[in-house]
């Protein structure tokens, strides 16, 4: 297993430190003490709180990106793939790794312009759904289903077992799928 970077460690810090204690928690000296690296090795990398929270930002969006584009890629049928791609990361993504989040918490909370590399993301995938085959309001619809699980997860407004899940899951997916 590859060691984990300095950079990814003060990252993973300040992702915990945003799930468990809140955006308001979120100091550049409380960060480097859970990092357990000193406060002039976390200016070396995040020079600023703005800077450290673009770099969860940053993390999240490249992740969620490649995710995606790595799905659609086995995906061979010639409908829907985008969209499925889409449900398969973020049911994938809401089981795995909670931590992925905190940079949307932090940067809605810190300053919600930060927020515009992952607008963009959406904006890209949101063009390739529409434009994948499948009627654009049942694309819509499947997406934003999506998106409502994974975001009362992140906020914690609702848990379903992990055989409901999988049953919206199955459906979700059943729903993407046409006729090619």
């Known amino acids: 297993m590859p060691r984990e970077s300095k950079r990814d460690k003060i990252l993973n ?47 999240m969006d490249r992740s969620h990106k490649q995710n995606v584009e790595d799905a659609t890629l086995s995906d061979k049928k010639k409908t829907g793939k985008w969209i499925r791609a889409y449900i398969n990361t973020t049911f994938k993504q809401s089981d795995e790794s909670k931590e992925i989040s905190a940079g949307l918490l932090a940067a809605q909370a810190f ?18 759904i529409h434009n994948d085959g499948l009627d654009e309001v049942q694309a819509e619809i499947l997406k934003l289903a999506a998106d409502g699980l994974w975001l009362s997860e992140v906020f914690g407004l609702r848990s379903m077992n992990q055989e409901l899940k999988k049953r919206v899951y199955n459906s979700l997916i059943k729903q993407s799928t046409k006729s090619d």
Not at 111 to 128: G, R
């Open 13 to 59: 810090a300040a992702a915990k430190i945003v799930l468990t204690q809140g955006t308001e928690s979120l100091t550049l000296d409380a960060v480097a003490e859970l990092a357990e690296v000193s406060k002039g090795g976390l200016l070396y990398h995040f020079s600023t709180k703005e800077a450290l929270i673009t770099g969860l930002v940053q993390r």
């Open 111 to 128: 300053d919600p312009k930060l927020l515009k590399p992952i607008q963009e993301t959406q904006k890209n995938f949101q063009n390739h």
